[in-house]
């Protein structure tokens, strides 16, 4: 079965304060390999699809597989033109869309499969996504909690909440709680609370998480996450050296 949702590189903008060691430039604290893949929902409505949407369905799956996104695009936009009342090809859709960056166009597809169902998660995770890569982070946070409603226990949806805040810079221990429940399934969670650990002055906690992280078996960052780590060690030593002459 194809995994549910699309492979992304979400890019946090938050920075560290002014005092601590900010990471490499060009740093990316989400690793897009850890995603699930977006997108395949099922629902009953698939058994009342027509079959010319159906071969549709078909060609664009045949696409996809070959690694051509945009026709896969376009044949689930002709089976919507045929049966416009399906959950899954909205949602689908949504997610070919994200894969091609357009990421507006992604967000009006899952609000379509939303307004079809409404008590279905996936799509509500799917939409966080892409009001997230949008930078719309209210309603990118509105539909993650949604998502964590109707799916309490999904970890990708208490990830991207995670995600969010943290690029808000808001409710931090909301923030940390949610990326260490997502550790197991995403390496990069360490990453994001390094960060919000750097901005509340907790510099031994954010480089206990860099180093958790250089652990991590096949850890794609590693090299970028070591030099942040030597530079804040750095400026911690200087920091605790100048304050030496002040204790004597």
Known sequence: MRLRECALLLVLTARVCAQTEPPPSPFIPIDPSRLPRLGETISVGKLRIPPKAVKEIQRSQTALQSGDVRSSAVHLERALQIYPQSLEVHNNLG?????????ERAAAEFQK??????????????LSVAYFLLQRYPEAEAAARRSLDL???????RYMLGCILAAEKRNPLEAMEMLRQTKGEFPD?????????????????????????????????KQNVERWLAR?????????????????
């Open 95 to 103: 997610s070919r869309y994200i894969e091609l960056h357009e990421y």
């Open 113 to 126: 499969a939303i307004d079809i169902d409404p008590h279905v998660a996936q799509p509500f995770n799917n």
């Open 151 to 157: 799916d309490p226990r999904n970890p990708t949806s």
């Open 189 to 221: 969670s360490r990453l994001l609370l390094a960060e919000i650990l750097l901005r509340r002055g907790d510099i031994d906690e954010a480089e206990n998480e860099l180093r958790d992280y250089l652990t991590v078996p096949g850890a794609e960052k």
């Open 232 to 248: 804040l060690t750095r400026t911690s030593a200087a920091a605790n050296s100048a304050a030496q002459p002040n204790k004597r």
